[in-house]
């Protein structure tokens, strides 16, 4: 039995990203997010600005590559913008990692080890001390 490997695609986020940039993401994803288990890394280091507008394309991407049982990852957020991310919930559906090498790896590791479950299982275990 041989396992096939999957690409992952890698795209820089421009300086800025909001309606007119998450637009240009999306259409230049199109394909590869009809793909099936699309696996994309966003890289976040050249990243300053993010409306809400910018953030809705990030979770579109997402929603896409869910349909197809993929995802997406985002690789090197800047500090400042990672306020904007928890603010609006959508620190708890991207996996984030340091580095672009490292979001790459975490698509070859078993989901239980992918960081934006860790998460969910902190919340399962303070939920499961509640209950006690």
Same mark, same amino acid.
């Not at 986020?13 to 240009?24: F, W």
């Given at each position: 039995?041989?396992? +096939?490997?999957? /690409?992952?695609i890698?795209? *820089?986020?421009? *300086?800025?990203?909001?309606? @007119?940039?998450?637009?240009?993401?999306?259409?230049?994803?199109? @394909?590869?997010?009809?793909?099936?288990?699309? +696996?994309?890394? =966003?890289d976040?280091?050249?990243?300053?600005?993010?409306d809400?507008?910018?953030?809705l394309?990030?979770?579109?991407?997402l929603?896409?590559?869910l349909? *197809?049982?993929? $995802?997406?990852?985002?690789?090197?957020?800047?500090?400042?913008?990672?306020?904007?991310?928890?603010? /609006?919930?959508?620190?708890?559906? =991207?996996?984030?990692?340091?580095?672009?090498?490292?979001?790459? $790896?975490? =698509?070859?590791?078993?989901?239980? $080890?992918?960081?934006?479950l860790?998460? =969910?299982?902190?919340?399962? $275990?303070?939920?499961?001390?509640?209950?006690?």
């Amino acid at each position: 039995m041989s396992i +096939r490997k999957r /690409t992952v695609i890698v795209r *820089q986020l421009p *300086q800025a990203l909001n309606a @007119e940039q998450g637009r240009i993401v999306l259409s230049e994803l199109e @394909e590869c997010l009809s793909a099936e288990r699309p +696996r994309i890394v =966003f890289d976040c280091s050249k990243l300053r600005h993010m409306d809400r507008s910018g953030v809705l394309s990030l979770l579109s991407c997402l929603e896409e590559a869910l349909k *197809q049982n993929g $995802d997406v990852r985002l690789a090197a957020v800047p500090a400042s913008l990672e306020g904007i991310l928890e603010v /609006t919930g959508a620190a708890r559906l =991207f996996a984030m990692f340091d580095s672009i090498s490292e979001a790459i $790896d975490s =698509f070859a590791r078993p989901k239980r $080890d992918a960081g934006s479950l860790k998460h =969910f299982s902190e919340v399962g $275990d303070n939920a499961a001390e509640n209950a006690a």
